[in-house]
Structure formats: structure tokens, C-alpha cells
């Protein structure tokens, strides 16, 4: 089982227009309403594989019910925590005439320490039976920041495989511990740790200098495609040409690819092949963490992964 943990998932609505006009009035009949955030999108990736996938985090509100009965719906397992503090909702606009995808993101509200401590024994309990986790997402208020890099001193001890998707100080205390593997943008690497990489070549060597010992650091560059390395060697993954309709949740989706991967014993470089045909796959449709089989295996042949 892979454990897809994160504290602010959503109630995604996507509305897709023929063209939008800013300033004026916008009408479509193509709406729809989904359950989201990172983690979830991770979850129903990984459950389009065919992998034993369960959904963890806060849920709360009408919008937390909505979240429960639309994996129901799909059969994507979940083990979420109620808490007072109401589920957010993000909104995707699409423009099919400019070839947009435009994100409104509500924040999540702040989470009391009791849903804090709900979740620590929830994680205590589910953590050493599943065989991969994925951790990924900013933190809802309230959090420690430490909340993900404190978990990872028991992947080695259940012997599990941990991926940590995060930005800032999260990030930060993450890259302390050993044996995990980091799955990141461009912008998250530079930003948390405070370094110029002007060209992917420059890229690559911090790259090497910040892998956790034991472990990988993935750096995903959109449609460019992703750099990873496990320290001894770097590696460029080249993303196939693709008419992207949107790019939101493709990160999640290249993190569901890799943990799939990993999770069933594939070196690095194959791991990333998964992950990016995953990535892809995500972008040619409407919807945040939705991929069709067939895209993904088509995607697959069409990806090359070469040592720098």
C-alpha cells in the first residue's frame, strides 16, 4: 500500500470555456466538480496504475463530505481526519481558444492542534503497513514545520520508501535526514535552499551536492522534462512533445509515477521514464491528477532518459 498524505486537499471545480474575456461576463456548461489537492491527485493517479493507493489528511465541512463520497464514487481509498476548519475549494479556468489554464487557489484555513494530534496517532497506526509514502503539499496553518521531516527517520526503520514534494522550510528540514527521496520544481529547489542555476548544467551540480545520502533528488522542469540523481550519477529525463490542455496536477502526477515506480523496485532512471510519461499524460486532459492508461503507456515509448 502507498500512503499519499497531505493536509490540504480541495474541492476542484475546472470550467472550460471556448474563449474568455476578462472584464465581461463568461458562460459555459462545461463544469466540473472533483476531489483534489496534491495528495489526492497523487492517490488517483496511483489508483489509474492499479496500485493499492490511500488518500490521507485533513478533510472538514461540506466540501470534506463532497471529498469522501467523490473517491467513493471512483474507488480510491481514503483515511482522513475531520477537523472544524472547512475544506478549501480551487478553481481551474480553462481557455481552449488562448490555450490557458489559470488557477485560482483558495488557502487552506488554519487546523487546531487537536486535528494536529489526531493526525500524528492516525500516522503512528498507518505508517508501518504501508511499503511507500508520499508526503506532499504546503502544510495547512498551524503545522509544525518539521511535520514531514519528522516521519522520515521511520521510513528506514519500516523499511519504506518515502517522497517528499514540498517548498520552503519543510523542504529544508527534509534534506537533513537520509534515505528518501525529494521530488520537486525548478523554483522549490533554488528557493529553499538559496542557489543560482542559470542552465540545467549548473542545475545538475547543485543537484548532486543537496541528494539526500542513500537516497534521489528529482527536479521536474515542466515541459522541459526533469533532471534526477541519486549522487553517484545525474540524469536528464526528456518529456515528450505534447497539446497540453493543463499542466495543473502534473507534478502530482510525476510524483504518483515515481512512487508507483519505486515502490516496485525500478532503478532511478526507469522510476523517472514512469514519472514523466505520468506528468504528461496529466497535461492532455482538463482535469488536476486524472490520466488515462493508454496515454501513459503511449507516453512511456516516446520518453529517453540519458546520463549527463
Not at 503512528?124 to 522520515?152: C, E, H, I, N, Q
Not at 527517520?153 to 520508501?161: C, K
Not at 510519461?277 to 492508461?293: D, E, I, L, M, P
Amino acid at each position: 500500500m502507498i500512503l499519499c498524505l497531505g493536509t490540504t486537499p480541495a474541492a476542484q471545480r475546472t470550467m472550460i470555456f471556448e474563449r474568455l474575456t476578462l472584464d465581461a461576463v463568461n458562460r459555459t456548461k462545461d463544469v466540473r466538480d472533483y476531489a483534489s489537492g496534491k495528495s489526492i491527485n497523487v492517490a488517483r493517479v496511483l489508483h489509474t496504475l492499479g496500485r493499492d493507493a490511500v488518500a490521507c489528511g485533513f478533510v472538514g465541512g461540506h466540501r470534506g463530505e463532497f471529498l469522501r463520497h467523490d473517491l467513493d464514487r471512483v474507488g480510491i481509498r481514503y483515511d482522513f481526519v475531520t477537523v472544524a476548519a472547512p475544506t478549501r475549494q480551487c478553481i481551474t479556468v480553462i481557455d481552449r481558444a488562448a490555450g490557458t489554464a489559470t488557477e485560482l487557489v483558495e488557502e487552506s484555513s488554519p487546523v487546531d492542534q487537536s486535528g494536529w494530534d489526531a493526525l500524528d496517532a492516525k500516522l503512528r497506526a498507518v505508517l508501518p503497513t504501508a511499503k511507500a509514502w508520499v508526503f506532499s503539499g504546503t502544510l495547512a496553518p498551524g503545522a509544525s514545520p518539521d511535520f514531514y521531516a519528522k516521519w522520515l527517520p521511520l521510513a528506514h526503520e519500516f523499511a519504506a520508501h518515502a517522497i517528499v514534494d514540498a517548498r520552503g522550510e519543510p523542504l529544508k528540514l527534509a534534506l537533513r535526514h537520509d534515505r528518501f527521496t525529494v521530488k520537486v520544481n525548478r523554483e522549490e529547489f533554488t528557493t529553499a535552499l538559496g542557489v543560482m542555476a542559470a542552465t540545467d548544467e549548473e542545475l545538475a551540480r547543485c543537484m548532486v551536492r543537496h541528494v539526500p545520502v542513500g537516497g534521489n533528488l528529482v527536479v521536474t522542469l515542466g515541459a522541459k522534462g526533469a533532471l534526477a540523481s541519486d549522487r553517484r550519477a545525474c540524469w536528464r529525463v526528456a518529456a515528450p512533445p505534447v497539446h497540453a490542455v493543463s499542466a495543473v496536477g502534473s507534478g502530482d502526477a510525476f510524483a504518483a509515477g515515481l512512487a508507483a515506480a519505486l515502490h516496485a523496485g525500478a532503478p532511478l532512471p526507469e522510476a523517472c521514464r514512469l514519472a514523466a510519461a505520468c506528468g504528461a499524460a496529466n497535461a492532455v486532459t482538463a482535469y488536476a491528477g486524472h490520466v488515462r492508461s493508454d496515454d501513459v503507456n503511449r507516453l512511456l515509448d516516446q520518453i529517453h532518459v540519458q546520463e549527463l
